[in-house]
């Protein structure tokens, strides 16, 4: 018996069940769920009367619902989807009809898990100077925090935002280390590689503090100084999936400095760990 769910978003729910259910059973029943959409990763569901309960989570390669005690005469079937790199997505109800042998949608989609905030992420990272630049500075070694946001229902495009923390020495025999606080917001695309693998780049606008323990005017005398850069940040990810909430990692990255009459550039390496809300 197969009978379909509602769209969204190019996707479709199947129910395919091969016996009937009439009262609860002590047996565990069987539901096997397709979809139509080769974006969606993982199925989750639960039964009773409301949707409050534990959810458990199945892979949509072997997408077999295993219904524990369900009384056909109360209880409801609680679905949801997840994309591939998006949060869950709507939910759906069934009620099972004794009478007819078949699944019943019984309301509009009922729980949108859709958050603003997807994915976060900490990474570490070491940057070179490169060209001219090196003549300035050293190198730096820092981490940043990400939080990638939701632009739209399963959509491989998300933006971000991102801030940062560096420190290194410099070149300069005037300043002794450098310090930098970075802020910058982007967009990033999910390319899809494979079933656990994921390469994706991002291009993020921002600015820098420099924070300087230096001489400028060479009395004799450090202390710190302030200035303020226009950046442009480039990385490319490549990330595995260890489970449903995280990745782990790595990316080359390139950072473009404006400075008043230079422009800067430093390249380096970066690798962290993404959380999945």
């Known amino acids: 018996m197969i ?6 978003a190019c996707t479709a729910l199947l129910l395919l069940v091969s016996t009937a259910l009439v009262f609860a059973s002590p047996a565990p029943y069987h539901v096997v769920i397709k ?6 990763d993982a199925i989750r569901y639960q039964t009773g009367t409301n949707s409050q309960g534990a959810w458990t989570e199945v892979d949509a390669s072997q997408p077999i619902l295993v219904l524990q005690n369900f009384d056909s005469t109360q209880d409801i079937l609680f679905v949801q989807q997840k994309a591939i790199g998006q949060s869950w997505g709507s939910g759906w109800e069934y009620r099972y009809d004794a009478e007819t042998g078949q699944w019943k949608e019984t309301s509009q989609p ?19 100077p490169v060209g001219s630049s090196s003549s300035l500075y050293s190198y730096l070694i820092g981490s940043s925090l990400t939080f990638n946001l939701n632009v739209g229902e399963r959509l491989p495009l998300f933006a971000y935002g991102e801030v940062g923390y560096s420190r290194g020495p410099c070149q300069s025999d005037w300043v002794d280390t450098m310090q930098a606080v970075n802020i910058s917001t982007g967009v990033g695309y999910h390319l899809r590689m494979g079933k656990c693998v994921e390469l994706t780049p991002k291009l993020g606008y921002g600015l820098v503090l420099h924070i300087l323990q230096a001489d400028f005017d060479q009395d ?9 850069d226009q950046q442009l940040r480039l990385s490319l990810a490549f990330s595995y999936e260890l489970s449903k909430s995280y990745e782990l990692f790595a990316a080359p990255l390139g950072v473009l400095l404006f400075e008043n009459t230079t422009v800067a550039l430093l390249l380096g390496l970066q690798a962290g760990i993404y959380y999945t809300f």
């Open 3 to 8: 009978f379909s769910g509602r769209t969204t």
């Open 35 to 40: 979809t139509d959409s080769e974006e969606v």
């Open 110 to 128: 009922v729980s949108s898990e859709k958050r603003f905030i997807t994915t976060m992420d900490v990474a570490p990272y070491v940057l070179f």
């Open 220 to 228: 004799g005398t450090k202390a710190h100084e302030f200035f303020i």
